[in-house]
């Protein structure tokens, strides 16, 4: 195992808490499980990045004119 990846936490929020296979689990690459883990957080916690606002375009805009 990769100790610069916590393989032992992840399955056991992959398979424990996201439902996922241990199949998928083990064919999935890091990034997709990152993935699958930053999905489910967003979804449970219902906390999402918020789109820029129609002031903050036309100040940036402003900022930096093409």
Do not use: H, Q
Not at 2 to 12: G, I, L, V
Not at 15 to 20: K, P, S, V, W
Not at 31 to 57: H, Q, W
């Amino acid at each position: 195992m990769n100790p610069t990846f916590p393989t032992s936490r992840y399955m056991e929020i992959c398979l424990g808490m996201i439902g996922m296979r241990p199949t998928d689990f083990w064919n999935s690459s890091p990034i997709e499980i990152y993935k699958a883990i930053e999905g489910f957080v967003e979804f449970n916690t219902g906390k999402k990045d918020n789109p820029m606002s129609r002031d903050e375009l036309e100040d940036l805009m402003e900022l930096y004119p093409d």
